[in-house]
């Protein structure tokens, strides 16, 4: 049994461990503009969606590599900066809009669209993502964003749907208008 007083604090990461978790985690630079990084990180997010195309495959490789980076730089980067889950790691809010766009048929309208649910998603942190903010370390800098951007994801669906059927329901309503008069 090991006793409290054997217990070693972790040992700190090398400087240049700690130089590769924070380019990962501000997702190239992106987490330090100085006012809201999460909606500059979500930004960025979209960009890269955009640049992969629209490949489920890549899509959900980038959100698994990601997922999977996150973690381990956003713990990195909690021991760093001496703080759960620091403002300056965006790589969540990357990973948060590649989940929001992920199999959603959408232009540059409904990416918009799906930037500003995720945005709304990820501030008020519907449950579970509230809980899972509190998880520890990079799990949890990035749970809390996934789960939010899930939410997003399943809103934007639905408004793909309504707006589907309301352009179908107007094109019933003009073409049936002449017969009304």
């Not at 960025?44 to 959900?60: K, R």
């Not at 990416?111 to 990079?138: Q, T």
């Not at 793909?160 to 019933?172: K, N, T």
Request: aromatic content about 10%; proline content about 6%.
């Amino acid at each position: 049994m090991i006793r409290a007083e054997d217990r070693r604090p972790p040992k700190p990461e090398s400087r240049i461990t700690t130089t590769i978790a924070l380019a990962m985690a501000t997702f190239g630079g992106v987490g330090y503009v100085p006012f809201a990084p999460g909606t500059f990180g979500s930004a960025a997010g979209l960009l890269a969606w955009w640049l992969l195309g629209p490949s489920a495959v890549v899509q959900g490789t980038a959100i698994v590599v990601l997922f999977a980076g996150g973690v381990w730089s956003g713990g990195v980067c909690e021991r760093h900066f001496g703080r759960t889950d620091p403002g300056h790691v965006v790589i969540d809010e990357a990973m948060g809009m590649l989940i929001t766009l992920f199999l959603n048929p959408v232009g540059w309208r409904g990416a918009l669209g799906a930037f500003l649910l995720f945005r709304i998603a990820d501030v008020i942190k519907p449950f579970p993502a509230d809980r899972l903010e509190s998880l520890h370390g990079g799990v949890g800098v990035m749970a809390d964003d996934g789960m939010a951007a899930v939410y997003a994801n399943l809103a934007l669906r639905v408004c793909l749907w309504l707006s589907g059927r309301l352009v179908i329901w107007s094109l019933i309503v003009r073409s049936a208008s002449p017969m009304i008069k």
